[in-house]
């Protein structure tokens, strides 16, 4: 069974020297992009810490007194490809 990753921002000092954009990482620690219902699509090379960012997004959008789910592409995927055959896609989205 994988490990479960707990993450968290603000442990992202070091984050910058792998490329990441220190005002975008500004942006989504506040709570405007989950009010202005925009989605955050986590992209790069190989051990650019891609996972660690998106998952520290989802406990930081709960502190903010929203729902919210972390998958990796794979899971997501088969997660839908299952709702679909199982007549329950859209509420699956939902």
């Keep these: 069974m994988p490990r479960k990753l707990v993450a968290r921002l603000e442990e992202l000092d070091s984050i910058t020297a792998r490329g990441i954009d220190r005002p975008t990482l500004d942006y989504l620690s506040q709570e405007a992009w989950v009010k202005e219902h925009r989605n955050v699509l986590v992209t790069g090379a190989t051990g650019v810490s891609k996972t660690f960012v998106a998952s520290a997004l989802a406990p930081r959008a709960c ?3 929203f729902n919210a789910r972390f998958f990796r592409l794979p899971r997501l995927l088969q997660d ?3 709702a679909r055959a199982g ?3 859209r509420s699956r989205l939902a």
């Design 87 to 89: 007549g329950n896609y």
């Design 63 to 65: 502190q903010f007194g």
């Design 80 to 82: 839908l490809e299952i």
